[in-house]
């Protein structure tokens, strides 16, 4: 079965830093992979997706993730981060072979310093 | 507003009693999914409808049950609720694959 890991609870930025989030995953064929953003009360919004091709991913709001079949990996990464980024981050993977289903990792709560 | 509507926002119920959970998907898409987020399980795939029929089942309970309608809107059922069955509940939809938009989940507190 697939699991989705991602090692940091919790991580806090200055505005303006950079910023990249941990994501591993384990799945038996090539997996689609997924991150999305929780902000609080809020539903999650999909910031972008991996299928195949061009192992770097750019997606909504400045993000991009990089796939690497070797480490299992799929990190998020914004160059310079905005106070209005403070939310939870979850990255996922995707089951084609059981109705698109997908599995979450445990989310990244970041919070942002002004 | 992402185009899936869950009602109601936030459910207070007693232990014991069964609650109902509505999900109106995007126009257009045919696939509804449902999801538990809770403090200790995380985020849960439940199960998924297509077109009215149930397509894939997760991590479902026995005591939750769920059916998609012929105008495609979906409805979620707890029954024989308890403590621990307090979480968010997302629905989800989309046209094909992954394509997935969420609403913005239902919170059910259990007392």
């Known amino acids: 079965a697939q699991s989705v890991t991602q090692p940091d609870i919790h991580i806090t930025v200055s505005e303006g830093a950079s910023l990249e989030l941990r994501c591993n995953y384990s799945?038996?064929?090539?997996?689609?992979l997924f991150w999305y953003v929780q902000s609080p009360g809020q539903g999650l919004q999909l910031l972008l997706k991996?299928?195949?091709?061009?192992?770097l991913v750019q997606g909504i709001k400045g993000f991009e993730a990089e796939f690497k079949r070797s480490q299992s990996s799929f990190n998020l990464r914004k160059p310079s981060v905005h106070w209005s980024d403070a939310a939870e981050y979850f990255c996922?993977?995707?089951?084609?072979?059981?109705?698109?289903?997908?599995?979450f990792g445990g989310g990244t709560r970041l919070m942002v310093k002004p | 507003d992402s185009g899936v509507t869950q009602t109601p926002k936030h459910l207070i119920t007693a232990t014991g009693q069964r609650v109902t959970l509505r999900c109106s998907p995007r126009s257009g898409d045919l696939s509804v999914y449902w999801y538990q987020q809770s403090l200790d399980q995380g985020l849960q795939f439940l199960i998924q409808y297509y077109n009215g029929e149930e397509r894939a089942k997760g991590n479902i309970l026995e005591r939750f049950s769920a059916q998609q309608f012929p105008d495609l809107h979906s409805e979620l059922n707890l029954s024989s609720l308890e403590l621990g069955d307090s979480a968010l509940y997302f629905c989800a939809s989309s046209a094909t694959g992954f394509g997935y938009t969420f609403g913005s989940g239902t919170r059910l507190t259990v007392v």
């Open positions: 799945y038996g064929a090539t997996p689609y």
């Open positions: 991996y299928f195949s091709g061009d192992t």
């Open positions: 996922a993977v995707g089951d084609g072979n059981a109705g698109n289903m997908l599995t």
